[in-house]
């Protein structure tokens, strides 16, 4: 069954310090993935996507996502958090044809000054 | 920057009573769904619509639940008896196109819907 996993709740870091959001996947196709951020009552704001070629995709907002084949892992990354990044991450994909999206269950990344 | 629109933010309803959810795609946007979160819940695909015809729904789209585009600018989601169940935040999205690999959805805001 097609399905993708976040399996943080959570995420605390320090402002300054990397970040790393992890999403797995298990699709039947070549997998097209997405991440998207939730600020409070606001919508599911695009950040970044992988389609194919370059493993390494760049994102808004200075995020970056490393697609892994081999390991079926999509994860979120920043060089350096900062307090406002503080947000609701979601990872979702789909392949094929298909128009919808299967999303993760969501990680809250927490950023501490 | 354009974005989806959706109305209203919140909607309380007593079960058994039709809702209409609003949403305002981008403009230039073809392809339109709906999505629902129920709390502590993933966000979940209900339907994709193009070109004033459901293209794609999913198995909790059933007969309750409808969709439209009255207009060039609105697309609404009804709810024609709703049920406890039926309490969620719905997510309207549009993307340029659709039904290609990996076209990017951009989604509203949102609305939380109570059903009591």
């Known amino acids: 069954a097609q399905s993708v996993a976040q399996p943080e709740d959570q995420v605390n870091v320090a402002e300054g310090n990397p970040l790393t959001v992890k999403c797995t996947y298990s699709v039947s196709g070549n997998p097209y993935l997405f991440w998207y951020v939730q600020y409070p009552n606001r919508g599911l704001q695009f950040l970044l996507k992988?389609?194919?070629?370059?493993?390494l995709v760049k994102g808004s907002y200075g995020f970056e996502a490393e697609f892994n084949k081999s390991q079926t892992s999509f994860h979120l990354k920043k060089p350096s958090a900062l307090v406002s990044d503080s947000a609701l991450y979601f990872c979702a994909v789909t392949w094929g044809n298909f128009n919808k999206f299967y999303f993760g269950s969501g990680t809250k990344l927490n950023v501490k000054p | 920057e354009p974005e989806v629109t959706q109305t209203p933010s919140h909607q309380v309803t007593q079960m058994g009573q039709e809702v209409i959810l609003r949403c305002v795609p981008i403009?230039?946007?073809?392809?339109f769904y709906w999505y629902r979160q129920i709390l502590g819940q993933k966000v979940e695909f209900l339907v994709s619509f193009y070109n004033n015809e459901i293209s794609e729904k999913s198995e909790i789209f059933d007969d309750q639940f409808s969709v439209e585009r009255p207009d060039g600018s609105n697309f609404t989601l009804k709810i024609r008896s709703t049920k406890l169940e039926d309490s969620a935040m719905y997510f309207c999205?549009?993307?340029?196109?659709?039904?290609?690999?990996?076209?990017?959805?951009?989604f509203g805001p949102g609305t939380r819907l109570l059903v009591l």
């Open positions: 999205a549009s993307s340029v196109l659709g039904g290609r690999a990996g076209e990017t959805q951009y």
């Open positions: 403009s230039n946007h073809l392809y």
């Open positions: 992988y389609i194919t070629g370059d493993n």
